[in-house]
């Protein structure tokens, strides 16, 4: 009997067909869910750290930046209580949870259910229980709610961008260069996707929305093409659909300068929807504003931006509260990756780190 032909038993005791686990097809598979040694990196580890080589990022998985800088910063004592706002994949947190050598606690927060409770397992099983690790689904603009019930923080992590797994898997919405519903939400159980979000837009305000969210050059051009797609019924519901519709939009730019500029815009426009889908901007707003009241004294916060508008917010939010004196000191530069981890890491390359410590002394 041939692979395809196997039958398995079900719970009814009836035959069912084999289904083969879908396979790289030749040697480099480009969708998501051909690549099953990259989505298995316990079982594959070669192959993962391959493509780490490569300076790429294996499919579901999250390559943490600035590890080290972060670790330097926070001096990260055992015993200690610490936030890290953005769970994500958990890298950061695994980091973090070494150096408290199994003394103290960690709460990781994160408002997306199905990577958290995937990044929950993964701790789990490399023995980070309950005992010294919770994990919350929450957004990190309530952090004063988990400080109510927990106390203040020695020290507090977070990192503003999309984590890779969310990215790279296109049934989340967050990539042009792959089919896929233009959805976009951290949590897709809440609020309105993208696609809603854009049938209810008129030029105007999306005009705006891209200027204000990502500093799109084109965003007259691309506001009037979308729109006027969608008022002659055209479905705008998914990631290549606007792909095209920017396309469209940049057809007036020179042959040689508009595959770059598309690339560009594409990178642009989700970014702003992205943004606007999840109220990132206010929820940065309301985490910053809180940070410091959640901050035991002498405790230390690092945050991770990814675009200029994040880290105008975080400069101005550090500079008000120092000079109102719940801040002792912060970062009068912004920390850069290294370039052998750019290399290593091409997303680390717009990364901004900065960090604040909060006045009065370690208990």
């Not at 896929?180 to 305000?205: C, H, M, V």
């Amino acid at each position: 009997m041939g692979q395809d032909e196997r039958t398995n038993q079900n719970p009814a005791g009836e035959a069912s067909p084999h289904k083969r686990r879908v396979r790289y097809k030749g040697t480099h598979p480009r969708r998501f869910e051909e690549k099953y040694k990259e989505l298995n990196p316990e079982k594959y580890g070669s192959t993962v750290e391959h493509v780490i080589q490569k300076g790429g990022t294996p499919a579901g998985m999250h390559i943490s930046i600035m590890v080290q800088e972060i670790l330097d910063f926070l001096q990260i004592q055992p015993g200690q209580k610490g936030l890290d706002a953005t769970l994500g994949y958990g890298g950061h947190t695994r980091a973090m949870l070494e150096q408290l050598k199994g003394q103290g606690h960690i709460y990781g927060l994160d408002v997306d259910p199905i990577e958290s409770a995937k990044t929950r397992k993964r701790l789990e099983d490399l023995g980070y229980g309950e005992d010294i690790i919770t994990v919350r689904q929450m957004n990190f603009a309530d952090i004063d709610q988990i400080a109510a019930e927990v106390g203040t923080f020695d020290f507090i992590l977070a990192d503003l961008g999309v984590s890779s797994m969310q990215i790279d898997n296109p049934e989340r919405g967050f990539t042009y260069k792959f089919e896929g519903p233009l959805d976009l939400r951290l949590n897709p159980e809440a609020g309105f996707s993208a696609a809603e979000r854009l049938q209810a837009i008129g030029k105007e305000e999306l005009c705006g929305m891209l200027i204000e969210n990502s500093d799109e050059p084109y965003a007259e051009e691309i506001a009037r093409t979308i729109t006027a797609a969608i008022r002659k019924g055209e479905a705008v519901y998914t990631t290549t659909k606007v792909r095209d519709l920017i396309e469209k939009a940049l057809v007036f730019l020179p042959e040689q300068d508009r595959k770059e500029a598309v690339k560009k815009s594409c990178a642009r426009v989700f970014q702003a929807l992205r943004i606007d889908v999840n109220n990132e901007f206010e929820v940065l707003y309301a985490f910053l504003d809180k940070l410091p009241h959640v901050l035991a004294p002498g405790g230390r916060a690092a945050i991770l931006t990814f675009h200029s508008g994040e880290d105008r917010m975080v400069k101005k939010s550090f500079k008000q509260y120092q000079k109102a004196g719940l801040y002792a000191e912060i970062a009068e530069d912004v920390i850069r990756p290294s370039a052998e981890e750019c290399v290593r890491n091409s997303r680390a390359r717009s990364t901004k780190l900065r960090w604040a410590v909060k006045a009065g002394t370690r208990a």
